[in-house]
Nanobody, 120 residues
Framework: QVQLVESGGGLVQPGGSLRLACAVA????????IDWIRQAPGQERELISC????????YYSDSVQGRFVISRNNAKNVVFLQMNSLKPEDTAVYYC?????????????WGRGVEVTVSS
């Protein structure tokens, strides 16, 4: 089973930046994708980004398009989410999750999540 561990969360002021990391370990399949999913207080979970480990293709939700960038370091099996121009509404617990490919919608593994708080 794939094991995922997020890091990099914390408190940041509006307009600031944070970089999250998702370390991928365990029984890594040949083809998979890593998603970033967040859940704000009182809100449903929201898929915000995905990167395919197979071909490097990416996806962004409308809410983060133009502000967040997903990337990967294949040698280290780490996926990053660079979050820029952060807004208070970005405050949430951020999870990374794995699936067979971006868009499948069924997640095989989840990280524990990290808190991101955007506040002045």
């Amino acid at each position: 089973q794939v094991q995922l561990v997020e890091s990099g969360g914390g408190l940041v002021q509006p307009g600031g930046s944070l970089r999250l990391a998702c370390a991928v370990a365990g029984d890594i399949p040949d083809r998979y994708a890593i998603d970033w999913i967040r859940q704000a207080p009182g809100q449903e979970r929201e898929l915000i980004s995905c990167i395919s480990q197979t071909d490097g293709s990416t996806y962004y939700s409308d809410s983060v398009q133009g502000r967040f960038v997903i990337s990967r370091n294949n040698a280290k099996n780490v996926v990053f989410l660079q979050m820029n121009s952060l807004k208070p509404e970005d405050t949430a617990v951020y999870y990374c999750a794995s699936e067979g490919a971006c868009g499948f919608g069924t997640y095989d593994s989840w990280g524990r999540g990290v808190e991101v708080t955007v506040s002045s």
